[in-house]
């Protein structure tokens, strides 16, 4: 399929969150005001626009779409501290700040995380979730505990050398620093992408791996109890598609999407997951009506 060049995207915004810091959002009217609007969650080491820039177009010829960079991502909140917490109240402050009283939460990957999040602890502001490419836990394995215990060691080095740059008062944003380079003007997909990818720091997507690590939402998983669908990428190496299914499973209800699709299907495999996120955000959208 044809993927959008950069200036034919949604013109991005700063908003405010009060008390919580300031963000980049892109916000998208649907062709009726009625429709529940959607909240898309990017994944890890991306910004809103590079997850999901393949996918606007469609979804918004039906509803309003709204994406945002999550903090330590992109243009989103500058923080120390990585917090998957701290993600899902921020996604509520989104909606507070908009004016919006609920939404359905679209996340992938780790959007996928923060979504389930976001229901945990604001359900009421959650009218229904569309999960993809993401899980309900992330050490299941030998491999993946070693992974996260050595990433951990890792990132208390790092925080050591973070406390002293700051001690020098050099600035620790490196997220705001290299984001200024998403003010250029281009034409060209593959540029503009980089650009987008590299305005996230080494040590954002660190700490968020650290906070994935820790993420373990199986045992209330069963109590959600709004319209939920899962888009499965059957050949994910990341998040295996028998672990997205078990999610799926642990859902009452949540109908499932299987694609032939690897784990960054949302942009390089665009022509088969965008049919399908359309199909399950538009099975969610029919049973919060």
Do not use: K, N
């Amino acid at each position: 399929m044809p993927l959008p060049r950069p200036h034919e995207l949604p013109v991005g915004r700063t908003l405010d969150l009060p008390g919580r810091g300031s963000t980049w959002i892109t916000d998208t009217p649907g062709p009726s005001p009625e429709a529940t609007p959607l909240v898309l969650l990017h994944a890890l080491g991306c910004t809103g626009l590079l997850t999901w820039f393949p996918s606007l177009s469609d979804l918004a010829r039906r509803q309003r779409v709204i994406t945002l960079d999550q903090r330590g991502h992109g243009r989103g909140i500058a923080t120390d501290r990585f917090s998957l917490r701290d993600c899902a109240d921020d996604v509520a402050a989104l909606l507070d700040a908009l004016g919006l009283e609920r939404a359905v939460v679209v996340g992938y990957s780790m959007g996928g995380v923060v979504a389930q999040r976001v229901w945990r602890q604001h359900p009421r502001r959650v009218a229904g979730l569309v999960l993809a490419a993401t899980s309900d836990r992330f050490q299941l394995t030998v491999a993946e505990r070693a992974f996260f215990a050595g990433m951990g060691v890792s990132m208390l080095g790092a925080r050591q050398v973070a406390r002293q740059v700051a001690r020098s008062r050099v600035s620790t944003s490196a997220t705001r620093s290299a984001a200024e380079a998403l003010d250029v003007d281009l034409t060209d997909t593959r540029a503009w992408a980089l650009r987008e990818l590299r305005s996230t720091s080494p040590w954002s997507v660190g700490e968020a791996l650290t906070a994935l690590g820790r993420h373990h939402s199986r045992p209330w998983l069963g109590r959600v109890d709004v319209p939920t669908a899962v888009v499965v990428t059957a050949r994910d190496r990341v998040v295996p598609g028998r672990r997205q299914l078990a999610l799926a499973r642990s859902v009452p209800g949540a109908t499932v999407h299987d694609i032939d699709a690897g784990h960054a299907a949302c942009v390089l495999e665009a022509d088969v997951f965008v049919p399908a996120l359309v199909q399950a955000v538009a099975t969610v959208t029919a049973r919060v009506r």
